[in-house]
């Protein structure tokens, strides 16, 4: 206010300074003319008229030019108010304490902006529905609805440019899917020997792609046009399938050349209608031939029924159910029954095949079991060295985990057929699970068997070692040779009081390896020329009988009638005193029995060795042979 009010006071000032200047130029003038004092009072009123009128003027122009900007402002005020309603925005409001020219300003340029976008929004507007209309009228869909004459707002416009987006990519999708189908029943066509019947199809196969409407209803049409031309080519292809099936069983029934049947089913592999059509021949021919060839080809079809049984693990009552199966009489109605049956049978696998590969593949899971526990029993297991053990170990592991879950999903595949079916799924003609415990009941009892034979063998192996002496469980591999060095310590201790030995011999006859060799029945010498053996040792459960578990003692020979014979069982398999080349090692005793009796009546205590008399030059020598 006060740089205002210094204004106003500075250009009242110069105002008054230029009307003295401009009086006082006029006084000088009118002084020169010689205007007399009345004409210059005149034409001073005449000076201030004129700067009265035109200072008048200028305060009607500048309030016209108020005027004017105030009508600016509300205008401006009007438009803004109705393009923040059009464009959807917020009102504009000026900032307080703007003169009349800024507050004009301002507005005239907001008003000027949002007409620019307001402009912009129509313009996109245009090209959009330009757009979205081309692809609805491809497509045949209906566009987006924005008022006519309305401008729209940002959100109509994002919201039609994503439906154009996704106009655009149903129209790709369609036009893909058009050009893959179009090729997909060309070629169908072509194997179904046949051509475009219908308009719609003349349009798809003879037409351009961009001519064809890809409406919903015309892909709809076209999924349909190309599904049946499929199921036609899989008919086609099921009924060549059946048709070679046929043929190759009846070319087999008839005991055709395997390479024969190969030759021909490779060369008719395809199932176009031509093909069909020879297929078809071959067959007439063929059921002409099985006509003639009943006998035969019923043979060949039993076989084939009995396959199928296998398979499906039918069980005896069940097969003989079939009482064709077992007719004599050849007939064209037995054989049709042959069919019928083989049908059914083969029906019945392709219905329950997962269930019964499954049952196989069991039993083959079981019969493994049963072979790694044969193997697990055999001895001789571990004298592998390719590491075939850990592999087999893993194996068996393997199986014994499996093999219950196996049976868990099986009951319960069956469960659920059984409930659907509402019959029982028989294996080998009783139900699974019956069919599996009968399986591990009868192997239980196998083990059970098995192991009291092992048990009662011992026991008899027990028995007979008691009896005629035990042999070694050296393996064959580390057993003693069949002779011994003359040098051995046996040898040594063999000699003679006169320094004479007893010769090497070979065996006499012994085809065993025992270390001790029990004496034969077949070779058993008369009770007087029996001799004591001094190496063997008695066994301690016979000691416990006898009671001499307190001692062992050696046992001395009194019985001179046994002065013609000597025989011993050594560790070499058998060994021949000097002049004795005519006696047996087998002739020691005739049973241990025997034995044991003699030993209770020719005991002597204290006795360290045996002697016995040789029957010429031994009688005052004693041949020393220590107890093994």
């Not at 159910?321 to 029954?337: G, I, K, P, R, W």
């Not at 499996?402 to 057929?417: Q, R, V």
């Not at 009688?619 to 107890?627: D, E, G, Q």
Request: proline share 4%.
């Amino acid at each position: 206010m006060a740089s205002s009010k210094r204004c106003r006071e500075s250009m009242k000032l110069e105002v008054a300074e230029c009307l003295e200047h401009a009086l006082e130029q006029l006084r000088d003038i009118w002084d020169e003319i010689g205007i007399c004092e009345d004409q210059r009072v005149d034409r001073q009123n005449v000076v201030m008229h004129h700067m009265r009128n035109l200072l008048s003027e200028m305060v009607i122009e500048e309030k016209e030019l108020r005027k004017r900007l105030l009508a600016s402002v509300e205008k401006s005020s009007q438009e803004l108010i109705q393009l923040s309603q059009e464009l959807e925005i917020k009102n504009f409001e000026a900032e307080e304490g703007l003169t009349i020219l800024q507050l004009e300003k301002v507005l005239r340029l907001k008003v000027d902006t949002l007409s620019k976008e307001r402009q912009e929004r129509m313009v996109k507007l245009k090209s959009l529905k330009d757009k979205e209309q081309n692809l609805c009228d491809l497509l045949c869909t209906t566009p987006n609805y924005i008022p006519t004459g309305t401008v729209p707002t940002a959100e109509q416009l994002e919201a039609l440019e994503q439906h154009i987006q996704s106009l655009t990519k149903e129209k790709d999708s369609r036009q893909l899917t058009l050009s893959t189908t179009k090729k997909q029943i060309i070629e169908l066509l072509e194997f179904l020997e046949q051509g475009p019947n219908t308009s719609f199809e003349r349009d798809i196969v003879c037409e351009e792609e961009e001519s064809f409407l890809l409406s919903r209803e015309n892909m709809e049409a076209l999924k349909v046009l190309h599904q049946e031309l499929e199921f036609k080519e899989k008919e086609n292809q099921g009924i060549a399938d059946s048709l070679r099936e046929h043929i190759a069983s009846l070319w087999n029934r008839l005991l055709f050349p395997k390479e024969e049947v190969e030759e021909y089913l490779a060369s008719h592999s395809a199932h176009k209608p031509s093909d069909l059509k020879v297929l078809r021949e071959e067959l007439d021919r063929l059921e002409e031939l099985k006509k003639q060839n009943l006998k035969r080809v019923t043979e060949a079809s039993r076989d084939e029924i009995s396959h199928w049984w296998d398979q499906c693990y039918y069980s005896r009552l069940q097969r003989n159910d079939f009482a064709a199966f077992y007719d004599d009489d050849f007939t064209e109605e037995v054989l049709l029954q042959h069919d019928e049956e083989l049908a059914r049978v083969k029906a019945y696998y392709e219905e329950n095949k997962e269930i019964l590969e499954s049952v196989k593949k069991r039993e083959v899971m079981w019969k493994k079991m049963l072979e790694f526990e044969k193997k697990a029993n055999d001895p001789n297991r571990y004298n592998n060295r390719g590491g075939n053990l850990l592999q087999e170990e893993k194996e068996r592991k393997k199986i014994n985990r499996d093999l219950p879950k196996l049976e868990k999903t099986l009951a319960e595949k069956i469960s659920l057929y059984e409930k659907i079916k509402g019959s029982p799924f028989l294996v080998d003609g009783c139900h699974f699970m019956d069919y599996v415990q009968m399986q591990w009941a009868a192997h239980e009892q196998s083990k059970k068997i098995q192991k009291e034979e092992r048990v009662k063998a011992k026991h008899q192996q027990l028995e007979t070692e008691m009896t005629f002496g035990s042999k070694p469980n050296t393996p064959a591999k580390r057993r003693f040779n069949t002779t011994c060095s003359a040098k051995t310590p046996t040898n040594k201790r063999m000699k003679t009081m006169n320094g004479s030995t007893f010769a090497q011999s070979p065996r006499l006859g012994v085809t065993h390896s025992s270390i001790m060799p029990s004496p034969s029945p077949a070779r058993r010498p008369p009770r007087a020329c029996r001799a004591t053996p001094t190496n063997i040792k008695t066994p301690k459960r016979v000691l416990k009988q006898t009671g001499r578990m307190s001692h062992r003692k050696a046992l001395a020979e009194r019985n001179a009638d046994m002065s013609h014979a000597f025989s011993t069982s050594t560790i070499s398999g058998g060994l021949q005193s000097v002049g004795l080349s005519n006696m047996s090692i087998t002739s020691a005793c005739s049973s241990y029995s025997d034995f044991a009796r003699d030993l209770e009546g020719n005991k002597r205590n204290n006795c360290r060795s045996s002697t016995a008399p040789s029957p010429t030059n031994l009688t005052s020598s004693r041949a020393r042979i220590t107890l093994l």
